[in-house]
């Protein structure tokens, strides 16, 4: 089973402030790596498939990194609408999918 | 535009099944796996399995082999999901979701249906 572990699970910052986000496999996903944003009482968005590829519509200020084992999302300058709960996916032993535990973006 | 809008939010007792509903629009409807997910409360995601609308080919994530059943009617452009044997630690928000491309990234997302099992 593939584990994916997310730190650190706050990140406390102030808007405009750049967000680092990682995410760690248990073993290689090669690239097969996505990131999700949900907003309180609101569903997930998906934000980063492929370890880089921004989805249709997402912000420039969001990008996605890493291959293997370690992958990072960073927000480069963080927006009022970006503190919010992500999520780090993989798609590696497709037909089956898990997610990670998640990290909060809160305000400092 | 892709919509996923899932039924109303479900009350159940401990033992009974419950079986939810994902009407798509905007799109071809067999063209993309639909993905469930559920969330419980204050918790993480946590991917249930997927259907594949065009053959009704399922998957299912290990622990809910045997008591979740993923079913679709294609006239209708619905997916299904029943959950049986419900137990408290069920209690969450599930939702549905389109994948991009029918490889595991999940792009368009329902709003959640809430199941409450309680005694």
């Known amino acids: 089973e593939i584990v994916l572990t997310q730190s650190p699970a706050t990140l406390s910052l102030s808007p405009g402030g750049r967000a680092t986000l990682s995410c760690r496999a248990n073993q290689s996903v090669s690239r097969y790596l996505a990131w999700y944003q949900q907003k309180p009482g609101q569903s997930p968005r998906l934000l980063i498939y492929?370890?880089?590829n921004r989805a249709t519509g997402v912000p420039a200020r969001f990008s996605g990194s890493g291959s293997g084992t370690d992958f990072t999302l960073t927000i480069s300058s963080l927006e009022p609408e970006d503190f919010a709960v992500y999520y780090c996916?993989?798609?590696?032993?497709?037909?089956?999918?898990?997610f990670g535990g998640g990290t909060k973006v809160e305000i400092k | 535009q892709v919509q996923l809008v899932q039924s109303g939010a479900e009350v159940k007792k401990p033992g009974a099944s419950v079986k939810l509903s994902c009407k798509a629009s905007g799109y071809t409807f067999t063209a993309n796996y639909i993905h469930w997910v559920r969330q419980a409360p204050g918790q993480g995601l946590e991917w249930m399995g997927w259907?594949?609308?065009?053959?009704?080919?399922?998957n299912y994530a290990q622990k809910f082999q045997g008591w979740v059943t993923m079913t679709r009617d294609t006239s209708i452009s619905t997916a299904y999901m029943e959950v049986s044997r419900l137990r408290p630690g069920d209690t969450a928000v599930y939702y549905c979701?389109?994948?991009?491309?029918?490889?595991?990234?999940?792009?368009?997302w329902g709003q959640g249906t809430l199941v409450t099992v309680s005694s």
């Open positions: 259907i594949n609308p065009n053959s009704g080919g399922t």
């Open positions: 492929d370890a880089s």
């Open positions: 996916q993989q798609r590696s032993n497709w037909p089956l999918l898990t």
């Open positions: 979701a389109k994948d991009i491309y029918s490889g595991g990234w999940l792009g368009s």
